[in-house]
């Protein structure tokens, strides 16, 4: 196992994902296999290869600083689970 | 033609039948939507049916046509996939996640479409987020595949090429990042198209994996591929990435025939790992093309195995940050009664997604994490680069590589489940075009065990109009485009 | 502060860009609308929507890469930092970490001892601001208003080059002042437009290697940075004579209580998964782009000083005060060109009166009540003896107040100086009958009398005449009367 369940738990805590007792044994062999399938990659040569981000080679473009959003705060927060007005809520911050 | 065959017909005769008053818009819809009542339960192809929406706007295509107007795909039929954005109707991308979201904008490419005059059936099912082969992961339940419904259509955009395979739509939308519309088009006997990465507005189409993502169209014909093609492609202001470069006539450039037209045929595309059956379909294909008056010649991709380990870091990282939206704040998916921030986060996207998703998240958190960034993600764009030089370089000698869409023909629901890898593989022969942004088309070329088998063109970039010329030219030729799965005649 | 030990300060300074729209979407960056009604779709992070980059922001940053003398990349990356906040909408900050649009600039200050210092400019970023979270009133609950969220952000980042907090402060208030001039900030610190943080670490003077530092987040007033670093130097020094060791953290100021503490919160170990953001391509900035900026750039701060005590006249203090602002130093330039005096006695004035008006107010130069050419118009009065310096204090209040130009004033409430000899000295022969006891003292010899003459004829005149006048016509009547 190239990955163990400390491991994963830190990456799940780090993407806010809850991986459940049940669930933790299968995710550690699977994302082992993963991680031991890419590791193929280590093979390639890739000395003074620049990295690709892009599949094209373009430059960003420009848009002109103009207001063109309308207000659609009522539209958008159809979706909203909990508003109290206008504001989306989450479980109290403390700081 | 009686309106009891209109689903049997592809776009391009729809068109030319609504044009000369043989059938109504209205008339049309009506028969396909009454397809999708008779097949769906069996199919699952569908997450939302627009039916209503679909006859108003029928009847609107019918009044613009009375008058005269209308754009180039007025009235003609068509269903999104359920990644794409579609103002006031549901779009779930095939998750738990937006199991209730109700996008208030269209996507780029369905406004276009409705623009030109489509009218929307519904929307399909699809692996979720994207994120599968097989159209198994997603929450609401798998596409069968109309050749046999134990069989998995492929995927992501298994819906809508199991609509399109079964006849209940004559075309749909679907995206694909590394391979998504073409091996369900290869896996339900129909044409899928990819454009060019930068061709089509990503923008309104729920993000997988931004570098690779691209909308595209499966149909029952290159030609109704080329059709659609042109209403999509174009430059869009709101998409960055989106280029903007002319778009031609895609139907005009279909008649060219094949002579001269120079085949590269990948030597790693024919060893071990591809099914007999399919890579006799495959090369008898190749020899219909070379009789058409194309010359084969052999060009190499060295860097092809790694295609599948590098598309398996680059996508997973950017799915991890694409997906980090999805908190339970905004829209979808929130866990009940939270204790806290951290547990509203981490319980609301562990019960929102599903584990195939859960899976790329923590692969992609990995391979970008502190002390794994180098070996991983920097390592994987370098191989990127060496696999997009590769096509580059091959691309100097000849127009189009053909080769087969898929190892093998569908597969049995649940036979891939159980090992990633296995599944992974599957879109080994399809992830280079994504990696390097090529165009790539999947059309029939033949059945293997009983099954369709997916002949795979990819030209360089914006090389669409010579991939759709040479698919065209070879369904003149065939007919395996036109095959009809048993009981969906 | 132990002379045993050396302070090393370097600043992150976020300055908000003045831009209509944001930098990815077209929604508007007005402050103050109601919650979430100018976060559009792009800024809520919705599903499907993608960035597209405000080229007024890159026009900005450049601006402020070519006025600190550093170098404006050719091309730059966006790219993602990835972490969790319910005020940052997309789960990641689109930022720049690998190649920013800014790098290697530098900066002159006044140290302690009156000497310029060089502060170097590591590299100034463009970024996303985040939302806002309110905790009051909403029970259990904290509210999230994204309408901040997108706005433009350019952060500069210092050199560790700053010695002490005055420095920090100076080194700010020089930032503030630059990117005010180039009109790419508001520099609102109330709202929130230009904060900073600061990392701070001590060392035992001499030593080479730097100190633990801890950093000190969202300062947001000149005042609070020079107080936040002053309490968190004695913190360490106390932590590391105690034989302790200063811990590698985030602060937060408590201004209240005039102190740092640890934000524990934070204290999670960050890893912010930086990559290149695969939804924008590298920014690729020309030489052409680069030399239509530069002939936009205005006179910038250090070289209007130089040209004030230069051309004008101006004391070199005086100089750094009228510079402080564009606007000032537009002013007094204005002013100046319309005042018959001396440049120096008109940066008096705007240094003085006009600018004791504006504190008392809390309004800014932009503000003015009264227009500098009218500042000029009092000042030629005085000039020209109209009236004498101290009625134009009242004339300049009744200007102030809104009762028109200094002539105006003067005009209506008749203090014209009476400069017509023959008047002053009936006025003085009529003060020195009235108080003979006073005028023998004089003569006796106890001149400083002549302040009780001088004050007894001023009321006689109702302040209108002029003193200079005055004093001589009275020395010469009482010399005379004693003779």
Redesign the interface.
Same mark, same amino acid.
């Not at chain 1, 373009?58 to 705060?73: F, I, K, N, S, Y």
């Not at chain 2, 908190?327 to 979808?332: A, E, L, N, Q, T």
């Given at each position: 196992m190239s990955?163990d369940k400390d491991? @994963?738990q830190h990456?799940?805590?780090?993407?806010?994902?809850?991986?459940?007792d049940d669930?933790i044994a299968e995710?550690v062999d699977?994302?082992s296999?993963? @991680?031991d399938?890419?590791?193929?990659?280590?093979q390639?040569d890739?000395t003074a @290869? @620049?990295?690709?981000?892009?599949?094209?080679d373009?430059?960003?473009?420009?848009?002109?600083?103009?207001?063109?959003?309308?207000?659609?705060?009522d539209?958008?927060?159809?979706?909203?689970?909990?508003l109290?007005?206008?504001?989306?809520?989450?479980?109290?911050?403390?700081? | 033609m009686s309106s009891k065959d209109l689903h049997t017909q592809g776009l391009m005769q729809l068109a030319e039948g609504l044009e000369n008053g043989d059938f109504t818009a209205v008339e049309l819809v009506t028969a396909l939507l009454d397809r999708i009542q008779a097949h769906d339960g069996e199919l699952n192809a569908f997450i939302t049916v627009t039916a209503d929406a679909a006859l108003q706007a029928a009847k609107r295509s019918d009044e613009l046509r009375r008058k005269g107007d209308g754009g180039v795909l007025n009235g003609l039929p068509l269903v999104h996939k359920d990644i794409f954005c579609t103002r006031g109707v549901l779009t779930t991308c095939g998750s738990r996640m937006l199991e209730?979201?109700?996008s /208030?904008y269209d996507a780029t490419v369905v406004g276009r479409m409705a623009d030109a005059g489509a009218v929307m059936l519904g929307k399909t099912n699809m692996d979720e987020f994207a994120m599968g082969s097989s159209n198994e992961t997603s929450y609401f339940g798998p596409v069968k595949n109309p050749w046999d419904l134990a069989c998995s259509p492929g995927g992501s955009s298994g819906g809508s090429a199991a609509s399109v395979a079964a006849r209940i739509s004559p075309a749909a939308t679907g995206t694909d990042t590394g391979g998504s519309i073409r091996q369900p088009a290869a896996l339900t006997g129909t044409t899928g198209l990819k454009p060019t990465?930068?061709r089509v507005s990503r923008y309104g189409m729920v993000a997988f994996a931004s570098?690779?993502d691209q909308a595209g169209v499966i149909t029952r014909s290159a030609e109704d591929a080329a059709l659609l093609l042109g209403v999509m492609a174009g430059f869009d202001?709101r998409d960055? =990435?989106s280029?903007?470069h002319p778009v031609p006539d895609y139907l005009a450039g279909l008649g060219r025939p094949l002579k001269g037209l120079r085949v590269g045929i990948v030597r790693q595309h024919f060893d071990a790992g591809l099914d007999e059956e399919t890579g006799s379909a495959v090369r008898e294909a190749l020899s219909v093309l070379e009789a058409q008056g194309a010359s084969l010649t052999e060009v190499d991709l060295p860097?092809l195995?790694?295609s599948? /380990? =590098?598309y398996?870091?680059v996508a997973p990282a950017e799915c991890?940050s694409n997906l980090?939206r999805f908190?339970?704040? *905004?829209?979808?998916h *929130?866990a009940e009664n /939270?204790?806290?921030?951290?547990?509203?986060?981490? *319980?609301s996207?562990?019960?929102g997604?599903g584990?195939e998703v859960?899976?790329r998240?923590? =692969?992609g =958190?990995?391979?970008l994490?502190a002390g794994y960034y180098d070996?991983?993600y920097?390592?994987?764009?370098?191989? *990127?680069?060496?696999i997009?030089d590769d096509f580059r370089k091959a691309f100097a000698d000849v127009d189009v590589i053909a080769g087969p869409t898929a190892p093998s023909p569908a597969f049995r629901l649940g036979d891939k489940t159980d090992? /990633?890898?296995t599944m992974?593989l599957n879109d080994i022969y399809t992830i280079g075009a994504?990696?390097?942004?090529?165009p790539g088309i999947s059309i029939p070329c033949g059945f293997a065990s009983e099954l369709p088998v997916g002949l795979h063109l990819v030209g360089p970039?914006f090389g669409e109009e010579q991939i759709l010329r040479t698919a065209h030219q070879y369904q003149l030729l065939t007919d395996w485009h036109t095959r009809c799965p048993e009981g969906y005649a | 502060m132990s002379a045993a030990w050396e302070v090393v300060i370097g600043l992150e300074i976020h300055t908000q860009l003045a831009?209509?729209?944001k930098i990815f979407?077209?929604?508007?960056t007005a402050y103050g609308a109601?919650?979430?009604?100018?976060?559009? !779709?792009?800024d !809520?992070g919705?599903p499907g929507v993608l960035p597209?980059?405000?080229?007024?922001?890159?026009r900005m940053a450049c601006k402020f890469g070519l006025a600190v003398n550093a170098t404006v990349a050719p091309r730059s990356?966006?790219a993602r930092k990835n972490y969790?906040y319910?005020d940052l909408p997309k789960g990641y900050q689109i930022s720049q970490y690998e190649l920013p649009i800014v790098e290697h600039g530098e900066l002159f200050i006044t140290d302690g001892e009156g000497n310029e210092k060089r502060i170097g400019i590591t590299r100034a970023h463009l970024e996303e601001d985040a939302g806002k979270?309110?905790?009051e009133g909403?029970d259990?609950?904290?509210?999230?208003? !994204?309408n901040r969220a997108g706005t433009p952000l350019l952060e500069i980042v210092s050199e560790p080059d700053l010695r002490s907090a005055k420095e920090a402060v100076a080194y700010m208030r020089k930032i503030h002042t630059i990117v005010r001039y180039l009109g790419i900030s508001d520099g609102n610190m109330q709202e929130g437009s230009f904060r900073c943080d600061a990392n701070v670490s001590v060392r035992p003077r001499g030593d080479e290697v730097l100190g633990t530092r801890t950093e000190i987040k969202n300062l947001n007033s000149f005042r609070f940075v020079e107080r936040a670093i002053n309490f968190e130097i004695e913190r360490q020094i106390d932590v590391l004579e105690d034989g302790g060791e200063v811990v590698q953290e985030t602060r937060?100021y408590d201004s209240g209580r005039d102190e740092t503490r640890s934000?524990r919160?934070k204290e999670e170990a960050n890893?912010y998964?930086y990559f290149?953001d695969?939804d924008? !391509?590298?920014?690729?900035i020309s030489e052409a782009f680069i030399d239509g900026v530069r002939e936009t750039l205005p006179e910038l701060p250090d070289d209007k000083r130089r040209r004030f005590v230069d051309d004008y006249g101006v004391k070199q203090d005086d100089a750094a005060i009228l510079t402080v602002s564009r606007a000032l130093a537009d002013y007094f330039e204005e002013a100046s060109a319309s005042a018959d005096a001396q440049a120096q006695v008109v940066a008096n004035w705007v240094i003085g009166d006009l600018s004791g008006a504006l504190n008392k107010e809390g309004l800014e130069i932009e503000a003015c009540r009264i227009p500098a050419e009218d500042l000029a118009g009092l000042i030629n009065r005085i000039q020209d003896n109209t009236i004498s310096g101290k009625i134009a204090k009242e004339v300049f209040e009744a200007m102030w107040a809104g009762e028109g130009t200094a002539d105006a004033v003067i005009e209506a409430r008749g203090l014209k100086q009476i400069t017509d000899s023959s008047a002053i000295e009936a006025i003085v022969d009529k003060v020195v009958a009235d108080n003979p006891g006073q005028a023998a003292e004089y003569r006796a010899g106890k001149e400083k009398l002549i302040g009780f003459f001088v004050g007894q004829v001023m009321k006689e005149t109702g302040g209108k005449a002029n003193p200079g006048q005055v004093n001589e016509v009275l020395r010469a009547k009482l010399k005379e009367g004693g003779q």
């Open positions: 990955l491991q @994963v990456i799940a805590m780090l993407a806010r994902l809850r991986v459940a669930e995710t699977k994302l296999r993963i @991680v399938f890419v590791d193929q990659l280590s390639a890739t @290869v @620049v990295p690709m981000a892009h599949p094209l373009a430059a960003q473009r420009l848009r002109p600083d103009a207001v063109t959003e309308p207000d659609e705060r539209e958008a927060q159809k979706n909203a689970p909990a109290s007005d206008g504001f989306y809520l989450v479980p109290k911050v403390i700081e | 209730n979201f109700v /208030p990465y930068g570098s690779l202001a960055s =990435t280029i903007d860097n195995d790694l599948v /380990p =590098t398996y870091v991890s980090s908190d339970g704040v *905004r829209f979808g *929130r /939270p204790e806290d921030l951290l547990d509203l986060y981490c *319980r996207r562990g019960e997604f584990a859960k899976r998240i923590l =692969t =958190t990995y391979v994490s070996a991983y920097l390592k994987a764009q370098q191989v *990127r680069q060496l997009a090992d /990633p890898i992974y994504n990696l390097a942004g090529l970039h | 831009t209509k729209s979407s077209g929604a508007s109601e919650p979430n009604t100018q976060a559009c !779709l792009i !809520l919705y597209v980059l405000n080229e007024e922001v890159v990356v966006f969790f319910p979270s309110v905790h909403l259990r609950y904290s509210g999230i208003d !994204l937060l934000m919160s890893d998964r290149p695969p924008l !391509l590298p920014v690729e």
